[in-house]
């Protein structure tokens, strides 16, 4: 009975003083371990140094990976233990905190050992990360999302997503290296002829005064695929960024342009990031975490490949003049064409925001205003002089042509000044201006993407300024855009809002007007007369195309004009100072003549 016990007791002794052996090789090492997870988290490099078997590497490395990673806080946990006798191998886990919120986590594995003084981590950099080597050190890097394409309505990118390669220059990094003349110099005779100007003492001096790296110059991604090899030089810092860019430089430049101006940060997606190991000469050697961009979604334009690219050879076909055709979806008041030629880009923008007298393209406002307060219709008879005296104003018909009584039609196909004339002379102060705007002129739209003024006129109570204001010369101004709304409202029967990017509607400032729709059935058949019998006779052969003719007399010469409507497009045409209407009707026709028989918008 007594033996019995003593063996009982013998084996608790033998399993408490095994299990206390266990604990301790497995605390030991862990505790070790913790002490210096603990002391770099708290960015105590000093501290977590000397618990590892190399003080100063140990300190450095730590240094510049807090230093790389531009960390705001990181912690560390302790896993698994593994004990072999005088070594053991510690898991930990650690949690970056990075800026803008970004969160990294990684596992490494601690190698310790056993000396007389205890357990110690056997410092290797891939105490810090399983990946990093000697004289390396991590880095974390943005990266550009890509932006989102746009495209137009016939399903074509417009705009799509590039590389370019931000060439800059650390020079506190060079000086660590030993060199920040080689490097600066390298930079002029790479960048130079890029960047031209550069000097490289002026680089050097500027670089190292600096705690950020110094911009020196954009290439492309061609260009950087060539120079990248000549560029890798200690603080020389290549940083590749995604930009927007014209599939076609030649589509409707002057608008894309303007679109990705406006559209500028909505198309750029989230950021992405991503942790880089890096040389001491600055090169990236491995990537150990990447965390995608995301890109935004792509923008919808209402332009219409084909229906540009007819109108924009249209236009290139004039010389020397600004030449220049809006084209809208009657129905929708969606801009399916912006375009100008050469004269007319290096003008600015203006067909959508230039301001020009319309000439008697402004008749179908005046007809309009003159059906709508029953002063006349498309049969009733009408004067046509050769000229008439308004006032103290004497108003000519071109070339003093004569008709003598006619329709209404009659006047309007063959464009009497002296009757519109003498039309909006009965017509009270506001006539005019109430129909403008109902047809599109006198309001203010912010369409998205770009600028526009779609035209003005004002109310006039002075008999001579209206009269001339019925013929489009007075103090009426419009842009193409404009007189292009003017032409969807009359084959519409309502005015239509303009707009190029889907998605986002024109905010529209002005008064509200609206005809009786019979007023444009009745001014379409005025329309369809100018060419069938009348100044529009040239594009008879183009199907059924309505418009006006319009020649508006200026200081020096006179601006063409020619707008309306086939189909649901609605178009104006403008050459400055291209003389008789011809001219505009003849690139119109061009413009007509080169769409497919079957399009639609």
Known sequence: MILRRAIAL????????????????DDEPRDAADRFISAFAARDVQSAAAVTTNPDGASRAMSETWEGLGAESMSARTGRVRVDHDVADVDVTYTWSLPGGRTWQYQAT?????????????????????????DQHLAVGDLSPPRASVNESDGTEVMVNGVVTGVLFDGRAAAQAGDVIGPATRLVQVMGPFVPGLSAQRIAEQATASSDPMPIGTLSEADAARQRDQLALPGIVLRDESVLQPRNPGFASAVVARVKNAVGADIIGTPGWRVSVVNANGLVADVVFDHPSVPAPAVSLTLSRTVQDAAQRAVNAVAGKQAMTVAIQASTGKILAIAQNGDADRAGFPAAAGQFPPGSTFKMVT??????????????????????????????NYDGFSLGQVTLRQAFAASCNTTFAKLASEMGPSDLAHASAAMGLGSDYTIAGIESEAGSVRIEPELVRRSEDGFGQGTVLASPLGMALVSATAATGRRPVPQLINDRPTKVVGPTVDFDGDVYAR???????????????????????????GEAEVAGGSHAWFAGFRGDIAFATLIVMGGGSEAAVAVTRDFLAALPTDYRP
Do not use: N
Not at 10 to 25: G, N, P, R, W
Not at 110 to 134: E, N, Y
Not at 529 to 538: D, F, K, P
């Open 10 to 25: 013998f084996c608790v002794f033998v399993l408490a003083v095994t299990a206390a052996a266990c604990s301790s090789d």
């Open 110 to 134: 601690l190698s310790m050992g056993r000396s007389d003084t205890g357990w110690s981590v056997r410092w290797t950099s891939t105490a810090i990360h399983p990946k990093l080597g000697t």
């Open 367 to 396: 007809s309009a205003a003159a059906m709508y307060g029953r002063l006349s219709e498309p049969d009733a008879q009408v004067q046509c002089p050769g000229e008439i005296t308004i006032g103290e104003r004497t108003i000519p």
């Open 523 to 549: 001014l379409r058949t005025m329309m369809r007369a100018v060419v069938t019998s009348g100044t529009a006779s040239a594009i008879a052969d183009q199907g059924e195309v309505y418009g006006k003719t």
